[in-house]
């Protein structure tokens, strides 16, 4: 058999491999560019208390958990207990209201609970554009140099929270 | 009880298919002519069962019928009586049985045509179709099935997506399907005559209008596709590259490909494995197609909702299908033979290069679209690839291919020189180059993307006259009336499609390089004038649809005084889905677009407006169903040769 | 239909120009232009299949701004771009940056039209060396 007659089925088999692997990728997510890199530095007057502020800077030196969430977001709600959950175990857990206003979301978090150390605002949504943040909720691992290590996106799963976040919190805290 | 007969009807056609694709190749193998001779009876049978399904989905659609869960996700009671029935195709479901349908067509006509090959080939022939039936059945029947009834029924519909309310979804899907379907005729030539071991100018005479009749319905519905974005996505655009266009593109790259390689292996019984390993392709492409909309390994704007076993499924039936002719022609192609000799420069080399040129655009399409995966699949992040990319490197494939265009139908056969090529295009050139410079002057701006265009146009539609000259000359008649009577329809035809293919690329520059947006706010009352054109805008009124509301605007366009349209775009409210709809409105003329869309409603009664000028747009689509039509003077020309003459070698067309 | 897909819907369906860009139009046309040139080659991340330029989303509103703020600040469309993929990746360009990951993307057609161009002049150039198989010429062969 000559070499090249069998060169279209070796391409296709090459393709079908690909295409193969496709089926377990998701084509609409966005990774993170900035994982790796020091984290977006801002300072943002605080949901409990509006004359209060949160800066990045305060946090030098600690491993901590920024949740990007929203009133009017639905999936943010299906994650919301398992934030509880996660700050019940003393998680450092800090969250940013993304596109919101006060009230609102104060409104969840006495409705449904607060699982927040504290909570900035980004009411512009400018922080989250620093941060690449296209869909609520998305969470980030900021360790104590101030480097992101890791992106969730999307609400944590409990399997993600097992096998990824919990795992690397613990590695960074060391 | 209705859906139910049609889920019966469904499987009872996959039974026949089965016997249809299994037992004549037994038949083939063991010489048993009674074996072979169930494949017409059992193709029949599994069509018209394949019929009796559509029909009885359809029926569910006519009357409503909401305890079919297809019927629910798609449809709606106030639906106007047209969508509810083409809203049979309008998801994933009733698409997969429209693919089925189609197929069950072009089965049912092979079974009429095929009687007049030998009975090996034709059953062989009918198996592999009924193969490919097979696969596309279980597929439907085990993950797809649009029979599914909803317990209980619901009260309405979810009705269909307000961007599918439109004429364009009566005939582009079908249009569509019927050409990329229609290649599984090419497909299944292919695999009959690798497996037969006889490949022949006989051959390549039978597979060609098959082909061609496959590639008219695929050109026109791209075309219709386009035409039907261009006015209702409401931003004038008519192609994007996204991945399912794409789709539908690579196998009309490929199919014209085939086209012209079936002149070849016709005219000197050579490059028939070639041929052969086109006809694979481009059919591989069409399912590669189907898989990429179904199986969300891509995103796209057409892409039915996704699930990943259904994709797994579907590239079982892709390895099967495609991996079981390609090994088949890894093994058999040598024995088809080499054919007769041409020279270096000759018209058979021509068409080679045209077919080089083709399968690298596509392959280039390919690459792009499935690019994103592979990084991805290799972990290397995710990139995109859009218009950017296709139109760059689209356009620098095809240029060197359009060139070529002008130069191949005025190359004598066997034997060309290029000093006598030089001397028969020299005016062409020359004349195409004017134009493309004067042009642009007249209309006050040139750039080097307007230059090229209008070239490459301009090189086209004067080598087609040269063409047409150069024969006219040859003829030994009399009058000029007889000169014309004695060139074949298929002649005509191969003019007539490149002519549209000039005139596509003068519709596509000319939008590109001249049109004008303005995007402003109106006052009623107000007048604005874009290019020489006076848009008044008279103000908003609402209006009732059958399943919407809307708000309707009027523009009284003007030029110099002379009235030349009233405009009138909505801005429309669906209440099932909750979607609100612009409904832009054109002018269309042979030389310009007028194009208006309402934006938003801003305060004191004044509309955030959208107004296009588009010259010269509607060329895009005159051109394509030029190209169609040329193909259709082809099939003419098949039909005018006595089928008796088909088993000579003598007397093939160009 | 979630609500993400209500809005993706909506942006193919109706493209909006929002009061506060009219205006801004009306203010800055030139500006405008750029925006939509630039936007045009970006992607939108949450209406996926649209253009920035095109989408209807929130963030695609946002993120216009943000550009219509760099290019007052006298940014680049290279600078602008950069700042996008510092944040978002590769993923928001539709025009694939040309680097080690994008090399066989950019150059692989024309490797191949080379490829085939030499493979058929090869072929060519042996068939019309071999011996004559038949000789059949037929009138057309004239035209």
Known sequence: ?????????????????????????????????????????????????????????????????????????????????????????????????YKDTDTEANAVLKQMGNPYIETATDASGKIGIDYGVYGVPETYIIDKTGVIRYKQIGPITPAALRDKILPLLKALEK | MIPEIGHFSLILAFLFALIQGTLPLAGLAKNNSMLMNLAVPAARAQSILIAISFLCLDYAFYANDFSVLYVASTSNSNLPIIYRLAAIWGGHEGSMLLWVSILAIWTMAVTFFAKKLPLRFYSTLIAVMGLVSVGLLMFILFTSNPFERLIPAAIDGRDLNPLLQDPGMVFHPPLLYMGYVGFSVAFAFAIAALLDGRLDVTWARWTRPWTTAAWIFLTLGIALGSRWA????????????????????????????????????????????????????????????????????????????????????ILLFLAIVIGGALVLFALRAPTVGLGEKFEVVSRESLLLTNNVVLIVA?????????????????????????????????????????????????????????????????????????????????????????????????????SVFVSLRIRLQASQKDTLLDKFREITPAFYGMLVAHLGLGIFIVGVTMVKGYETEQDLRMQIGESVNVRGFDFRFDGVKPIRGPNYVAKQGSFYVTKKGTELAILTPEKRLYPVQGAIMTEASISAGMLRDLYVSLGEELEQGAWSVRIYIKPFVQWIWMGALLMALGGILTLIDRRYRSISKNLNIEGAST | MTRVTKICLASVLWFSISIASAAQIAEDPQLEARLKALSAELRCLVCQNTTLADSDAALAEDLRNEIRTLMREGKSDEEITAYLVERYGDFVRYRPPVNANTALLWFGPFIMLLI??????????????QPNMKASESIEDEQ
Request: proline content about 6%; some cysteine; glycine content about 8%.
């Open chain 1, 1 to 97: 058999m000559k070499l090249k007659l069998i060169l279209p089925f070796v391409l296709f088999v090459i393709v079908m491999g690909f295409l193969a692997k496709g089926l377990f990728l998701d084509p609409r997510e966005v990774p993170s560019p900035l994982i790796g890199k020091p984290a977006p530095t801002f300072t943002a007057s605080v949901l409990s208390d509006a004359s209060k502020n949160f800066s990045t800077a305060d946090m030098k030196g600690k491993v901590w958990l920024l949740n990007v969430w929203a009133s009017w977001c639905a999936a943010c709600r299906e994650e919301h207990p398992l934030l509880l959950e996660m700050r019940q175990h003393d998680l450092p857990l800090y969250g940013l209201a």
């Open chain 2, 230 to 313: 261009y006015y209702e996505l409401g931003w004038g655009g008519w192609w994007f590259w996204d991945a399912v266009e794409n789709a539908s593109f690579m196998p009309w790259l490929v199919g014209t490909a085939l086209i012209h390689s079936l002149a070849v292996t016709e005219k000197r019984n050579a490059f028939k494995a070639w041929t052969v390993l086109l006809s694979i392709c481009a059919f591989s492409l069409s399912l590669l197609g189907t898989f990429l909309v179904r199986s969300g390994v891509l995103t796209s704007v057409h892409a039915f909702a996704s699930d990943p076993s259904r994709g797994m499924f």
């Open chain 2, 362 to 462: 596509a392959g280039s399409v390919l690459l792009g679209t499935l690019y994103p995966l592979l990084i991805d699949a290799m972990g290397m992040g995710k990139i995109s690839v859009g218009p950017p990319y296709f139109d760059a490197v689209f356009v620098a494939i095809m240029a060197p291919g359009i060139f070529l265009m002008g130069v191949g139908p005025v190359a004598r056969w066997k034997k060309a020189t290029l000093p006598e090529l030089a001397t028969k295009l020299r005016w062409a050139l020359a004349v195409s180059l004017v134009s493309a410079l004067l042009v642009p002057s007249i209309l006050g701006k040139l750039t080097l993307m307007i230059f090229v265009g209008l070239l490459m146009a301009f090189w086209i539609i004067s």
């Open chain 3, 116 to 129: 085939g161009g030499i493979t058929l002049v090869i072929i060519l150039r042996k068939r019309a060396n």
